[in-house]
């Protein structure tokens, strides 16, 4: 089968063009010099048919804007197709005690009703696929065929980001739960540090 990229890399790397998006639609963001320290994840939905197998990404800390080295890979027993909801939780840590951030203007922990619906709005159908996915052929639109995907290493170049005024300095844990017809496709786990100034 032919290698293509995971639909978790797919939607990760969509995140960042949401708030690229969102910042364009939405004059509320501060432009900063950010910096992302200590990136891990996991998977944590075990029996889930979509899973992350592999993500390496490098440097650390993670310069934003900047350059960074990824590479991934992941299965998925079903076709992922459209409404493909996915429903984000964003945690912060307070004097050591998580809290919830609720979703304002869409950043957050927020409820996509279709990821597909989005991805054709940031990337329409017909052009091509952003980079590194448009380089290896790689797919950016539902549905995904059910099978192995993987991304080689690549150098990507993070833009400047307009982040919202209230993402703060911090430790962050996101969750973000992919579901279809309230079934449950997928869950991955991410945590981070932000470091950014004005």
Not at 9 to 24: D, K, T, Y
Not at 49 to 62: E, F, G, N, R, V
Not at 80 to 93: C, H, M, Q
Not at 116 to 127: K, T
């Amino acid at each position: 089968m032919k290698s293509s990229v995971s639909v978790f890399i797919v939607l990760f790397a969509a995140n960042g063009f949401l708030l690229e998006g969102s910042s364009h639609l939405h004059s509320r963001k501060i432009s900063k010099l950010a910096t992302v320290w200590g990136f891990s994840w996991q998977n944590c939905g075990k029996q889930d048919p979509a899973q992350l197998k592999t993500l390496h990404i490098s440097p650390d800390p993670i310069l934003i804007p900047g350059q960074l080295t990824a590479d991934a890979s992941g299965t998925t027993s079903v076709e992922l197709v459209s409404p493909l909801s996915v429903n984000v939780t964003l945690d912060k840590e307070v004097a050591g005690v998580w809290v919830k951030i609720p979703c304002l203007d869409e950043i957050g922990s927020c409820h996509y009703p279709d990821i597909c619906d989005l991805l054709n709005q940031l990337i329409p159908p017909g052009q091509d696929c952003p980079e590194p996915l448009h380089t290896y052929g790689l797919p950016c639109h539902c549905p995904f065929k059910a099978g192995d995907y993987s991304l080689p290493t690549s150098d990507i170049y993070i833009p400047e980001v307009e982040l919202p005024g209230w993402l703060t300095n911090g430790n962050y844990k996101v969750q973000g739960v992919l579901g279809s017809s309230e079934k449950e496709l997928g869950c991955l786990k991410i945590s981070f540090s932000l470091h950014s100034l004005m």
